[in-house]
């Protein structure tokens, strides 16, 4: 299927690594150019080759910044001629228990997992209208719709993400105009930050990491970690010319993990 968005510019956000890289490789296959950003230049700058090689055809624009502070949007914007596609991403908050965060802890996780994505999405949207095309995904988390006790900084700050989007993606200047905005929610995918996870999960109890893996890889219905390429896929799908009826949606892509009905 072509999906229609050879030639289109998108930001990606948070993207040397897992789900973020994964989106631009699949949106880089389909013709589109895109600005990538990370905190750590080497693995922004081999992440940017390697998306180079899969299509020498497009533009790949590596920004090293951090998108959560003003100076690191505002470079990442600028790196991108016009923003067709914005994919909104950044490092999850840490675990911990809500006794132990002051106020600034929260600032720090509403202003990264809320606030980011809503500044992104107000420089973007209105030109997208404008133009008559506009995708933005924001990548939020399944805590979105089962909340998990240990992340409740994520569980609060994305939900406070999910129902501003809500309301904006229905907006009809934005819906009539072919400008939607949607969330995936991932359940577990093999990337840096789940390994990670795991590995201190793994410390924290004495298990060996394989079983720890072990045990989150079969407490899933697929038997399976999701891969960052099929999360990318999915994305790629969201932001092409077919997926102009789908807005304001939140999409799990977690193996079946989420135990409800709808
Ligand atoms: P990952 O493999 O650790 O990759 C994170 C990427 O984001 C890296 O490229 C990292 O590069 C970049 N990044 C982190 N903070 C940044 C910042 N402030 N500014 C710019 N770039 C930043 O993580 P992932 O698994 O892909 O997770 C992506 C998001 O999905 C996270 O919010 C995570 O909480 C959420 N999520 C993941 C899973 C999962 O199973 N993987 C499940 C649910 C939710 P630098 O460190 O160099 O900046």
Same mark, same amino acid.
């Given at each position: ?30 013709? &589109?150019? %895109? /600005?990538?950003? @990370? ?8 992440? *940017? =080759?390697? +998306?180079? #090689?899969?299509?020498?055809? &497009?533009? %790949? /624009?590596?920004? @090293? ?8 949007? *505002? =470079?990442? +914007?600028? #790196? ?9 991403? @950044? ?172």
């Amino acid at each position: 299927m072509d999906l229609g968005i050879n030639g289109k510019w998108a930001l990606v956000c948070a993207a040397s690594k897992g789900l973020g890289k994964g989106c631009a490789a699949a949106l880089v296959r389909e013709g &589109v150019n %895109v /600005v990538i950003t @990370a905190r750590g230049l080497e693995a922004l700058q081999a992440t *940017a =080759a390697e +998306l180079q #090689a899969l299509n020498p055809a &497009v533009k %790949v /624009v590596p920004v @090293a910044g951090d998108i959560t502070t003003p100076a690191g949007r *505002a =470079a990442a +914007l600028a #790196a991108c001629p016009q923003v067709d596609i914005l994919i909104n991403n @950044a490092g999850g908050p840490p675990p911990g228990d809500f006794r132990d965060w002051d106020r600034d802890t929260w600032i720090k996780a509403v202003d990264a997992n809320m606030l980011t994505p809503i500044e992104l999405i107000k420089a973007v949207v209105d030109p997208m209208a404008a133009r008559g095309f506009g995708r933005v995904v924001n990548i939020t988390s399944a805590a979105v719709k089962a909340p998990i006790d240990v992340l409740g900084l994520s569980n609060g700050a994305r939900s406070g993400l999910t129902g501003f989007v809500a309301g904006v993606a229905r907006q009809s200047k934005l819906a009539s105009r072919n400008v939607t905005l949607n969330a995936l929610l991932p359940g577990p995918f093999d990337t840096d930050r789940l390994r990670s996870g795991m590995a201190s999960a793994a410390s924290k109890s004495g298990q060996s990491l394989e079983a720890v893996v072990e045990a989150r890889r079969k407490a899933n219905p697929s038997q399976r970690f999701g891969t960052a390429d099929e999360f990318g896929a999915f994305c790629a799908f969201l932001c092409s010319v077919h997926a102009g009826y789908i807005t304001g949606q939140n999409l799990l892509l977690d193996g079946g993990a989420y135990p409800g009905t709808f």
